[in-house]
């Protein structure tokens, strides 16, 4: 069998983005994106969605579906709120801190026993005022604070050790894993695995199976285990109902978008212009969709939110209101240091849908 991972360069990227600036174009963005439903059928493609990258952050709500299919997350109590900052990149704000506090106490563990490492928040009021106080940030502040406590209760249920909880061989890693494997379809030993910017496994796949992971995290099919078909909906509802422990209270594209979507959507950000949506089944697609997005760059700011917008616009996911309301992102000015308008990010792909 054929092994992802030698895909890793298959084919050539496409243009996504351009910046201009006067009257010339002065940067170019390019990738690959992938759109797929619930059942794997392609829907629309851009560059060459075989290539092999790494799901990041996007992986998240899929780290979290054991905690919550094993009964870890009923067990301990967790509520939704809980399992959403489990599948989120916060901010670091007051709120994420009690959150993922609240977690650790539940499970009976201190946050010394976190192993995501420390990082300055993203929320910038909250870096201006660690700053200000010359304080360390806390590492309940590391935007990945959530998901390692999700890990770690998940640990304590299965009976796994807690001291080496991120490492592959453990078995909350094993089954976080397997989950990858199944709901991407790329068999285990396909999957290439690096260690993520938090110090857990991270996994590279070829990014329409990216698309598809998303496809059937908010349409799993009959075929699925009951336990995971529930695991899948806890998730969703937990990520719609709780935007702001996904991303942040403000300036996060991912809680935007969420909000906005009404019920429609989730949305994940991964780090290197990664990002991926779940669009829930309904009228026009009654099988769900999966989007994946990779900035060949690694762009996380100027290209990818305008292309995820324009590719959510062109499925017709995106209403008129939703559109304005997401403008800042969708379309972003170029600005000198005075604050005049130079120029402007704009797309430049067209979907072809099948």
């Keep these: 069998m054929k092994d992802a991972r030698s895909d890793a360069n298959a084919g050539g990227s496409a243009l996504l983005v351009e910046v201009i600036r006067g009257s010339i174009v002065e940067s170019l963005h390019r990738g690959h994106l992938s759109v797929v439903n619930g059942e794997g059928e392609r829907i629309a493609e851009v560059g060459s969605p075989k290539t092999v990258t790494y799901l990041r952050s996007s992986g998240k709500p899929f780290q979290a579906i054991p905690l919550v299919a094993s009964g870890a997350a009923a067990r301990f109590g967790l509520t939704n709120e809980e399992i959403a900052i489990a599948c989120g990149s916060h901010s670091g704000e007051p709120l994420h801190v009690a959150t993922v506090k609240s977690m650790l106490e539940k499970i009976g563990l201190a946050p010394n026993a976190l192993k995501c490492g420390r990082h300055v928040p993203f929320n910038i009021e909250e870096a201006r005022k660690l700053a200000r106080a010359d304080q360390e940030p806390s590492v309940l502040q590391n935007n990945c604070s959530g998901k390692h406590a999700g890990m770690l209760a998940l640990a304590l249920h299965v009976g796994a050790p807690t001291d080496i909880y991120d490492q592959l061989s453990n078995a909350v890693q094993q089954e976080i894993l397997q989950t990858v494997s199944g709901f991407s379809g790329v068999p285990v030993e396909q999957i290439a695995i690096g260690t993520d910017g938090c110090g857990v496994p991270v996994f590279g796949l070829p990014v329409r199976s990216m698309a598809l992971m998303y496809a059937r ?138």
């Design 217 to 354: 995290l908010v349409a799993p099919g009959s075929g699925l285990a009951v336990k995971m078909r529930e695991a899948c909906k806890g998730i969703v509802t937990a990520m719609i109902d709780y935007p702001e422990m996904v991303g942040g209270t403000k300036d996060r594209l991912d809680t935007e978008l969420i909000k906005i979507g009404k019920g429609q959507l989730i949305s994940k950000i991964g780090a290197e212009g990664v990002y991926t949506v779940g669009v829930l089944p309904c009228e026009q697609w009654p099988k769900g969709l999966g989007l994946a997005l990779k900035i060949e760059d690694g762009d996380d700011r100027r290209a990818r939110p305008p292309a995820v917008i324009e590719a959510l616009r062109q499925l017709n996911v995106l209403n008129d209101q939703a559109l304005a309301e997401l403008a800042p992102y969708a379309s972003p000015s170029i600005t000198n240091h005075r604050g005049d308008k130079v120029g402007q990010v704009r797309t430049a792909f067209t979907l072809e849908l099948r």
